[in-house]
């Protein structure tokens, strides 16, 4: 029998970022002008920030060419 490959994870990380602290979305303000997720109760996980934007953007018009 061949020997299989194990998926072992050294160190569990949390995909939402700690930094955020607990606010919720409201759609009177826009709080998330780039971008961002919230569950289900409009709890706001995470967002992008304009670097990240900036950063994305960069790249999507490298890729196809229309910098």
Known sequence: MANAQK???W???SL???EIPEQY???DDNQMPYGGAT???GKILW???KEEHDQMM???K???GKE
């Open 16 to 18: 939402i970022p700690e």
């Open 39 to 41: 569950d289900i109760h």
């Open 58 to 60: 960069f790249r999507i």
């Open 47 to 49: 967002k992008v920030s």
């Open 62 to 64: 490298k890729a196809f």
């Open 25 to 27: 979305y409201s759609l």
């Open 11 to 13: 160190k569990e990380e």
């Open 7 to 9: 998926c072992i994870y």
